[in-house]
């Protein structure tokens, strides 16, 4: 495939200023997402130029530093975690093309964008599937949106080297899965992702049964002045059963509820793994939530034979 050919035909229309644009890092669970535009010198060579997915890493870097050698023009793009969960990742990605359009020193008559969605630029643009395999702008856009993305990565592994994000750069990998549940989302974590993880169905008479003894709970907390806030709320690593403020404390609740304590008083089955996994969820709820209570951990235990019997119910403050 000619790889400046769309690029000739738009010089043949009277387009000077051809920019090339592209994404890195809509994908990952962490980390800010990049975008590059680029505009070349018509018809530069670049020897390997192409999509950047399917460069080595070696290739890439020589490639970057290639680019910004012989570059008309570039700028680089970003749109961090925190604008990423508040906007999503499809508008956040749009910012941060349009913040790379707006890092040139002037406009452009055209830019190329990568996909088929529009990301509303100030200036004309057309927008190509595959763009980094048919364009020689685009194709030069991706690869210094990878390579900076993938620099940032690099020194957030330094910063937080448990994550290991230097392996993974940030994406859904076993590894970076493993980091999470044992370590919990870092500052660099979008949120908005980890919560749609893992929400898996229970069966139904284990849900039944939850579902009952949360509303024993929620009944038990509203009558003794707390007010509830959430239900359910899940996350990567697990499900608080009922968030509810009490005064200076936003309370989360875990519900356990039993026949009898024959076997063992319900909060036994709340073991230091579940305390864990309460906490990261509870973290991920109070970053996304602007509060100024201070977390408390309740465990509400709750015995009911049957439900014609009249439920026992322990409540049970800073459980753990």
Same mark, same amino acid.
């Given at each position: 495939?000619?790889?400046?050919?769309?690029?000739?035909?738009?010089?043949?229309? /009277?387009?000077?200023?051809?920019?090339?644009?592209?994404?890195?890092?809509?994908?990952?669970?962490?980390?800010?997402?990049?975008?590059?535009?680029?505009?070349?010198?018509?018809?530069?060579?670049?020897?390997?130029?192409?999509?950047?997915?399917?460069?080595?890493?070696?290739?890439?870097?020589?490639?970057? $530093?290639?680019?910004?050698?012989?570059?008309?023009?570039?700028?680089? $793009?970003?749109?961090?975690?925190?604008?990423?969960?508040?906007?999503?990742?499809?508008?956040?990605?749009?910012?941060?093309?349009?913040?790379?359009?707006?890092?040139?020193?002037?406009?452009?008559?055209?830019?190329?964008?990568?996909?088929?969605?529009?990301?509303?630029?100030?200036?004309?643009?057309?927008?190509?599937?595959?763009?980094?395999?048919?364009?020689?702008?685009?194709?030069?856009?991706?690869?210094?949106?990878?390579?900076?993305?993938?620099?940032?990565?690099?020194?957030?592994?330094?910063?937080?080297?448990?994550?290991?994000?230097?392996?993974?750069? $940030?994406?859904?990998?076993?590894?970076?899965?493993?980091?999470?549940?044992?370590?919990?989302?870092?500052?660099?974590?979008?949120?908005?992702?980890?919560?749609?993880?893992?929400?898996?169905?229970?069966?139904?008479?284990?849900?039944?049964?939850?579902?009952?003894?949360?509303?024993?709970?929620?009944?038990?907390?509203?009558?003794?002045?707390?007010?509830?806030?959430?239900?359910?709320?899940?996350?990567?690593?697990?499900?608080?059963?009922?968030?509810?403020?009490?005064?200076?404390?936003?309370?989360?609740?875990?519900?356990?509820?039993?026949?009898?304590?024959?076997?063992?008083?319900?909060?036994?089955?709340?073991?230091? /793994?579940?305390?864990?996994?309460?906490?990261?969820?509870?973290?991920?709820?109070?970053?996304?939530?602007?509060?100024?209570?201070?977390?408390?951990?309740?465990?509400?235990?709750?015995?009911?034979?049957?439900?014609?019997?009249?439920?026992?119910?322990?409540?049970?403050?800073?459980?753990?």
């Amino acid at each position: 495939m000619d790889i400046w050919g769309i690029e000739r035909e738009l010089a043949q229309e /009277g387009f000077e200023l051809i920019c090339g644009v592209d994404e890195a890092g809509r994908g990952p669970l962490a980390g800010d997402v990049y975008a590059a535009a680029v505009v070349l010198p018509f018809e530069a060579r670049l020897d390997g130029l192409g999509d950047s997915k399917k460069l080595t890493e070696k290739n890439r870097d020589r490639l970057f $530093g290639e680019i910004i050698k012989v570059a008309v023009d570039y700028g680089i $793009g970003i749109a961090n975690h925190k604008e990423i969960d508040e906007i999503n990742i499809l508008q956040a990605t749009f910012l941060a093309m349009n913040r790379a359009i707006d890092a040139l020193s002037k406009k452009p008559d055209i830019a190329l964008i990568d996909g088929n969605r529009d990301p509303r630029t100030k200036c004309r643009n057309m927008c190509i599937v595959g763009g980094d395999g048919k364009s020689a702008s685009i194709a030069a856009a991706s690869i210094l949106a990878k390579v900076s993305r993938d620099r940032y990565m690099a020194e957030m592994s330094e910063k937080y080297p448990q994550y290991e994000f230097g392996k993974h750069k $940030g994406y859904g990998t076993k590894l970076h899965y493993e980091k999470l549940r044992e370590f919990g989302p870092s500052e660099i974590h979008r949120l908005s992702f980890l919560k749609k993880l893992n929400k898996k169905a229970e069966p139904t008479q284990a849900k039944m049964r939850g579902d009952l003894g949360e509303a024993l709970a929620s009944g038990f907390l509203a009558n003794n002045g707390y007010t509830i806030v959430a239900k359910n709320f899940r996350s990567l690593f697990g499900e608080i059963d009922i968030i509810a403020a009490d005064g200076d404390n936003m309370v989360f609740v875990e519900v356990k509820l039993r026949k009898n304590a024959d076997f063992a008083q319900a909060r036994e089955f709340v073991c230091k /793994g579940k305390q864990d996994k309460i906490t990261a969820t509870a973290n991920i709820w109070l970053a996304s939530h602007k509060t100024k209570l201070q977390p408390r951990f309740d465990v509400i235990e709750i015995y009911l034979e049957d439900k014609s019997s009249e439920p026992k119910i322990i409540h049970i403050e800073n459980a753990f």
